[in-house]
């Protein structure tokens, strides 16, 4: 990856709709090698794919909740299985698999307590293997963002 594909992707997670033709014009090159650089970033796995940002209060509210989840047995098969259902879930939006205290760190969306109450009792902690979960809830996002410094 040279510096002009490292333009390329600062442009896209800026404004990921940034066309060829702009982008072209930003780099000064034509928009036949634009196209090809992206293709290779794209079939590479550099770009993984393209998203819309949504901001959940402006469609139906919700609140972010970070659960820690502790294992009762931390063996391959039994995070892989985990893993496996937890992806399965629609209301984890992201799982982490750490190191230290606690196996699993998700970031989850959900409407308010009450469905946080229902998320984590009847989905979350009804999962096989689950020993512990210990659930921070956010007041306020501070910094988000999802850019990559390079």
């Known amino acids: 990856m040279d510096q002009i594909d490292k333009k390329i992707l600062r442009i896209l997670q800026t404004d990921a709709k940034t066309s ?31 998203i819309a940002v949504i901001d959940p209060k402006k469609l139906s509210g919700g609140m972010f909740v970070f659960c820690s989840v502790s294992l009762e047995v931390q063996k391959l098969k039994e995070i892989e299985e ?26 989850v969306l959900v409407k308010d307590l009450d469905a946080y109450h229902q998320f984590s009792s009847g989905k979350l902690a009804a999962l096989d293997n689950v020993s512990q979960i210990k659930s921070t809830f956010v007041l306020d996002v501070v910094k988000k963002n999802s850019e990559i410094p390079f």
């Open 20 to 50: 060829i033709k702009e982008l072209a014009a930003k780099l000064n090159m034509s928009k036949t090698p634009i196209y090809d650089r992206i293709k290779r970033l794209e079939e590479t796995g550099v770009i993984e794919k393209y």
């Open 82 to 107: 985990f893993k496996r259902k937890i992806n399965k879930i629609p209301e984890v939006l992201e799982c982490y698999l750490m190191g230290g205290a606690n196996d699993f760190l998700l970031k």
